[in-house]
């Protein structure tokens, strides 16, 4: 630091400081304050689900639909 000059190294010091400090602030000011943090994530769908499909069928179904088509082939054949 000494060969920045006392002038420039006050500045480096202060950015640094701001550039830590202004996070810290922020998180402070929206996480602390309950009705601020509801009001951001109320306003916003972070996550959107599609409607729910039909079940997939069960594995005795799929064992009969199996039996078919291999009578359908057998049959063809």
Same mark, same amino acid.
């Given at each position: 630091?000494?060969?920045l000059g006392t002038a420039?190294? %006050?500045l480096e010091v202060g950015k640094f400081a701001v550039y &830590? $400090? &202004?996070p810290i602030a922020l998180m402070y000011v929206f996480a602390n304050n309950n009705k601020n943090l509801? +009001?951001?994530m109320g306003n916003r $769908?972070? !996550?959107v689900y599609p409607p729910e499909g039909p079940p997939p069928p069960s594995p005795e179904e799929l +064992?009969? !639909?199996a +039996?078919? %088509?291999a009578a359908k082939r057998s $049959? +063809? !054949?």
């Open positions: 630091m000494s060969s420039k190294g %006050l &830590v $400090s &202004v509801q +009001r951001i $769908s972070y !996550v +064992r009969e !639909v +039996r078919e %088509l $049959s +063809r !054949v």
